[in-house]
């Protein structure tokens, strides 16, 4: 044992030298504002998704989710892999020590023995060994273990890339819920409007004011408008379905009244112009970022193969003959057996080996600039579309107003004998297509919140990151 420690010592002090590349974050290949260029650039800090959704039902059911929701299960566990993984190439930095112990008895015949007699031997032995230490000379081990570390942040990134898609899709299918069950109910107050203009028409029919043509036509407004509410049934029915599915529960009922305007209060307040540094804070650039620091280490385990690589093998223990002797004095043993490979000819599988590490490299600067790039995109189409889709939502209350006003108008001249039902029904079917048309287009400009949170990172990063102790920010 005392022969053994220094030498561990020794080289435990010798590894260390790294061959990793000074890493440097590529420029970002977008301009420095994103959004309206004539506004003041801002930069803005996203709270968590419990600041932003303040509706308790959606809340409720974003919680329920990220609990029970398979996909996300799965990128925790892909983020548990990662993390062993790292542990595994952090543990060859360290010598592996085992106890060991044997023992064997012989019998050889007396033809074989030398002496003409047989003979039984027997051995016996207790040793604690290292075996095949590679000393860490020039960072190839530690070349691989910050890898495995940059591969573990990247996942741990990925898992927060699919919590922000998931709480993205909920919010969506809520509100999706919410708007179809909307247009259900304006459906069945058309259909229950209908059944009151059947019944007046059939009434002035009776009484030889209208033609029968006008009850045919009341009757087939009827039917239509039963159709669409048997529609519209299914939808919110698909609807819920798909919610339960992505909640893996079920979902309650839905509350009552004119639910869509204040379902969801979201990024009440994000300036048109923004810095693009804001990019920085979404999940899916720093996968691409620590995706592109684990293709940097690994050149460094690729540079550090062209050198001379040592591994120690030892052992100290007692051996003797006789199992009652195996601690007495004199029965020590020990062995120290060092190896070194220097490579002189690989047919160039070294160096293609680096060119492939260096590939990968470039490979990975190009990926996480073209996430930067979408998500430059992305960002800069919501904001776009913010103003436009107010602006939509608005024209269409407009539209609506102007609807329910031509409806009153042709039902008052159709009652007075100025005008035929044909006007009535033209009317009521404009009003419906825009009473739902108006619903359609709230649901995007909320919907269009909801891109905007996911597309500027979905919050704070650091609310619920599970890294380990070492900083995200480790340069090699």
């Not at 892909?78 to 360290?94: K, M, N, P, Q, S």
């Not at 810095?275 to 620091?293: G, H, K, M, W, Y």
């Not at 919050?459 to 920010?473: C, L, N, P, Q």
Request: include cysteine; hydrophobic fraction near 45%.
């Amino acid at each position: 044992m005392k022969a053994l420690m220094p030498a561990l010592a020794v080289a435990l002090t010798l590894s260390g030298c790294s061959m990793i590349p000074n890493y440097q974050t590529p420029d970002s290949p977008v301009p420095q504002a994103v959004g309206d260029g004539n506004q003041d650039v801002a930069t803005v800090t996203l709270p968590g998704w419990e600041a932003l959704f303040p509706d308790p039902q959606l809340r409720a059911l974003i919680a329920t989710a990220l609990i029970n929701n398979r996909d996300l299960q799965l990128a925790m566990l892909d983020v548990a892999e990662a993390r062993a993984r790292y542990g595994i190439e952090g543990a060859t930095l360290f010598p592996e020590i085992g106890v060991n112990a044997d023992g064997t008895r012989q019998r050889v015949p007396g033809d074989l023995s030398g002496a003409g007699d047989s003979t039984i031997t027997s051995r016996y032995s207790v040793g604690l060994g290292v075996a095949a230490y590679e000393l860490d000379l020039f960072g190839r081990v530690r070349s691989l273990e910050e890898s495995a570390l940059q591969s573990y942040l990247a996942t741990e990134a990925a898992r927060r890339s699919a919590q922000i898609t998931l709480v993205s899709e909920v919010a969506n299918a809520y509100l999706t819920l919410l708007a179809d069950h909307q247009k259900l109910r304006i459906s069945e107050n058309t259909v229950s409007a209908q059944i009151s203009s059947v019944d007046l028409v059939r009434q002035r029919f009776d009484a030889g004011l209208s033609a029968e043509l006008d009850l045919r036509q009341a009757e087939i407004a009827l039917e239509t408008a039963r159709a669409n509410r048997a529609q519209l049934k299914r939808q919110v029915e698909q609807d819920r379905n798909a919610l339960s599915v992505l909640i893996s529960g079920p979902v309650a009922d839905m509350p009552e009244g004119n639910v869509i305007d204040p379902a969801v209060d979201l990024l009440a307040v994000v300036p048109a112009g923004l810095d693009s540094t804001v990019l920085l804070q979404r999940p899916d650039i720093r996968q691409a970022e620590f995706n592109l620091r684990a293709a940097n280490a690994n050149i460094g385990a690729a540079r550090a193969a062209f050198y001379p690589s040592i591994t120690l093998t030892g052992s100290v223990g007692t051996a003797s003959s006789d199992l009652s002797g195996l601690f007495d004095g004199g029965s020590g043993v020990w062995s120290f057996a060092p190896s070194i490979n220097l490579p002189i000819f690989t047919a160039g599988r070294l160096q293609n080996s680096l060119d492939v590490a260096e590939i990968r490299r470039d490979q990975a600067v190009v990926l996480y600039e073209q996430a930067i790039q979408t998500a430059f995109q992305e960002v800069a189409n919501a904001l776009a579309s913010r103003a436009y889709l107010n602006e939509q939502v608005e024209a269409q209350g407009n539209l609506v107003a102007a609807t329910e006003r031509s409806l009153a108008l042709a039902e008052v001249r159709y009652e007075v004998g100025a005008d035929d039902y044909l006007a009535v029904l033209d009317a009521r079917r404009e009003l419906l297509s825009a009473r739902q048309a108006l619903v359609d287009n709230k649901l995007l400009r909320l919907k269009n919140r909801i891109t905007l949170y996911r597309a500027l990172g979905g919050g704070e990063y650091a609310s619920d990151s599970h890294v380990i102790g070492r900083t995200d920010e480790k340069t090699p």
